[in-house]
């Protein structure tokens, strides 16, 4: 039976409720009176405290992702661009994942780490290593992580990654250093994710892969990950253990794009409603090809478009979570996305373990092709000539608004006069240090036409001082 308050996987997210909300959502997927209602109910509204959002259930949500009147479709991105610009205006928050290493024991059908797959190398990082690769990444201007890991317990125990961890925030080259170091691993214990919320880090990323039960334990024939409950009540885990900033996601190919639509955010209601806050991101990647994987053998893969309207329904459903697009994703497909509700991109991304010291690209423990491969600077001169802000902001963790707090100063307006000067201060620091003249000659222009939109006037002034002493060689200011 379904109940959003269960921690039991086959309860919050019920089969049978995602069924009953198909059928309605095909039901009424031409009804324009309860499409024009539901986007009503979603809109941003002045509030005692500020503009807020409602938000959708799944059920609502799913009208609007199954809905085909092409009318419809261009409301439901036009709301899905004003909840964008209400909340995230138009900054971009620029981060890298890191791959550790590529060791599993995993069976996934889909991961080319899996364990049978002889056709790659295996390679786990050295914390020499490691510290070749942060190096690198911060040469690159990096300041946000992505720590990626296959899941063995010989090869990768937690003791591995909480040593990576450790080194990943010790490094300090030049003027660089990484100060918000999310991870993305398996699922693991309670206990274990005390120990990544000791050890200081960001965003607890764990995919779901597919919500779909039946499919899941199909696309994961062995291992520890073929167990369904324990991956998706991992979030419920990492919750307890202490970490308050989860990101889901799902890989949109695997099962039916609405079905997994509607887990997702009955993942999201779910989390809000036992612990009191939702999901600090989600993640939409694609199946891609990869060594020994070809993606046209899975049968739910999505065109753009379909793509795009799902990004503007998240959008939609959950204003307050941010949502991350990789390099999986190419320039065009990007740039579409990015009005509809994107806050966070990759750049320069390397999906191969040890790929960031290395002058040429490699291939042979790449995870997956990267269609987008340009330079982070390349990617920041493009996002600030689309007219956006690139970001490379990590203040709020740093200030201890995870979680809800984070959720509290999107509600009362602040984003404007805390988001907007971090991002535009942590830009001074990219163009200073990083970047080519070029991308710096727009990215100085962009500051000063963007700097004087603080509104308090206190705190304009108090970034204008910020960015005079970051011109002359200070760093690391934030509000
Ligand atoms: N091993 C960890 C786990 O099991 O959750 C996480 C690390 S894995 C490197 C990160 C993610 O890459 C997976 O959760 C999966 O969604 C995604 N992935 C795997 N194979 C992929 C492929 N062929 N194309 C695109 N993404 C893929």
Redesign the pocket.
Same mark, same amino acid.
């Given at each position: 039976m379904y109940d959003v308050k269960s921690l039991k996987a086959e309860e919050f997210i019920n089969h049978e409720e995602i069924l009953a909300t198909l059928e309605y959502a095909e039901t009424n997927k031409n009804n324009k009176e309860l499409i024009e209602e539901i986007l009503e109910k979603a809109r941003p509204k002045k509030t005692g405290r500020g503009v807020e959002c409602a938000g959708l259930s799944h059920r609502d949500a799913s009208v609007l992702l199954a809905c085909d009147i092409p009318e419809m479709t261009e409301k439901i991105y036009t709301l899905a661009k004003e909840i964008k610009e209400n909340f995230y205006g138009d900054r971009i928050v620029m981060f890298a994942p890191l791959?550790l290493s590529n060791y599993?024991v995993?069976q996934?059908v889909?991961?080319?780490?899996h364990i049978q797959n002889k056709e790659i190398p295996r390679k786990k990082l050295t914390q020499a290593e490691v510290e070749k690769e942060v190096i690198a990444l911060q040469d690159m201007g990096h300041k946000r992580l992505a720590i990626?890991? !296959?899941?063995d317990p010989i090869n990768n125990p937690i003791e591995y990654i909480l040593e990576c961890i450790k080194t990943i925030y010790s490094i300090k080259h030049k003027n660089g250093a990484i100060r918000r170091a999310n991870v993305?691993?398996?699922?693991t214990t309670v206990e274990n994710y005390r120990k990544l919320k000791e050890a200081g880090i960001g965003t607890y990323i764990?995919?779901q892969?597919t919500y779909h039960k039946e499919s899941y334990e199909e696309l994961h024939p062995a291992g520890p990950?073929h167990n369904y409950a324990y991956h998706t009540e991992a979030m419920d885990r990492a919750m307890e253990g202490g970490i308050d900033d989860v990101g889901l !996601?799902v890989?949109f190919g695997l099962d039916k794009y609405k079905y997994e639509f509607a887990g997702l955010l009955m993942h999201a209601e779910h989390l809000e409603a036992v612990h009191g806050v939702g999901p600090h991101t989600i993640s939409v990647?694609?199946?891609?090809?990869?060594s020994d994987?070809d993606?046209t053998q899975f049968d739910n893969g999505i065109d753009d478009d379909t793509f795009a309207k799902i990004i503007a329904c998240i959008r939609i459903s959950v204003p307050y979570t941010g949502m991350i697009i990789s390099t999986?994703e190419s320039e065009e497909c990007r740039k579409k996305v990015l009005k509809l509700g994107i806050s966070q991109i990759s750049g320069g991304s390397r999906t191969s373990v040890g790929g960031y010291a290395n002058e040429e690209r490699p291939h042979d423990t790449e995870?997956?092709d990267v269609s987008d491969q340009r330079t982070l600077d390349e990617i920041v001169k493009w996002l600030m000539e689309g007219g956006y802000i690139p970001s490379f902001c990590t203040a709020c963790y740093r200030e201890g608004r995870t979680g809800d707090r984070f959720m509290a100063l999107c509600k009362v307006g602040q984003i404007q006069n805390c988001c907007h000067p971090n991002a535009l201060l942590t830009l001074q620091e990219y163009l200073q240090d990083y970047a080519s003249p070029e991308t710096r000659k727009i990215g100085e222009e962009l500051i000063d036409r963007e700097i004087v939109k603080v509104p308090d006037e206190k705190r304009r002034e108090k970034a204008l001082d910020y960015l005079e002493k970051i011109r002359k060689g200070e760093r690391d200011f934030r509000f």
């Amino acid at each position: 039976m379904y109940d959003v308050k269960s921690l039991k996987a086959e309860e919050f997210i019920n089969h049978e409720e995602i069924l009953a909300t198909l059928e309605y959502a095909e039901t009424n997927k031409n009804n324009k009176e309860l499409i024009e209602e539901i986007l009503e109910k979603a809109r941003p509204k002045k509030t005692g405290r500020g503009v807020e959002c409602a938000g959708l259930s799944h059920r609502d949500a799913s009208v609007l992702l199954a809905c085909d009147i092409p009318e419809m479709t261009e409301k439901i991105y036009t709301l899905a661009k004003e909840i964008k610009e209400n909340f995230y205006g138009d900054r971009i928050v620029m981060f890298a994942p890191l791959y550790l290493s590529n060791y599993c024991v995993n069976q996934c059908v889909y991961c080319p780490y899996h364990i049978q797959n002889k056709e790659i190398p295996r390679k786990k990082l050295t914390q020499a290593e490691v510290e070749k690769e942060v190096i690198a990444l911060q040469d690159m201007g990096h300041k946000r992580l992505a720590i990626e890991a !296959g899941e063995d317990p010989i090869n990768n125990p937690i003791e591995y990654i909480l040593e990576c961890i450790k080194t990943i925030y010790s490094i300090k080259h030049k003027n660089g250093a990484i100060r918000r170091a999310n991870v993305n691993i398996a699922a693991t214990t309670v206990e274990n994710y005390r120990k990544l919320k000791e050890a200081g880090i960001g965003t607890y990323i764990l995919f779901q892969e597919t919500y779909h039960k039946e499919s899941y334990e199909e696309l994961h024939p062995a291992g520890p990950k073929h167990n369904y409950a324990y991956h998706t009540e991992a979030m419920d885990r990492a919750m307890e253990g202490g970490i308050d900033d989860v990101g889901l !996601g799902v890989l949109f190919g695997l099962d039916k794009y609405k079905y997994e639509f509607a887990g997702l955010l009955m993942h999201a209601e779910h989390l809000e409603a036992v612990h009191g806050v939702g999901p600090h991101t989600i993640s939409v990647p694609r199946l891609k090809r990869a060594s020994d994987i070809d993606p046209t053998q899975f049968d739910n893969g999505i065109d753009d478009d379909t793509f795009a309207k799902i990004i503007a329904c998240i959008r939609i459903s959950v204003p307050y979570t941010g949502m991350i697009i990789s390099t999986r994703e190419s320039e065009e497909c990007r740039k579409k996305v990015l009005k509809l509700g994107i806050s966070q991109i990759s750049g320069g991304s390397r999906t191969s373990v040890g790929g960031y010291a290395n002058e040429e690209r490699p291939h042979d423990t790449e995870q997956f092709d990267v269609s987008d491969q340009r330079t982070l600077d390349e990617i920041v001169k493009w996002l600030m000539e689309g007219g956006y802000i690139p970001s490379f902001c990590t203040a709020c963790y740093r200030e201890g608004r995870t979680g809800d707090r984070f959720m509290a100063l999107c509600k009362v307006g602040q984003i404007q006069n805390c988001c907007h000067p971090n991002a535009l201060l942590t830009l001074q620091e990219y163009l200073q240090d990083y970047a080519s003249p070029e991308t710096r000659k727009i990215g100085e222009e962009l500051i000063d036409r963007e700097i004087v939109k603080v509104p308090d006037e206190k705190r304009r002034e108090k970034a204008l001082d910020y960015l005079e002493k970051i011109r002359k060689g200070e760093r690391d200011f934030r509000f």
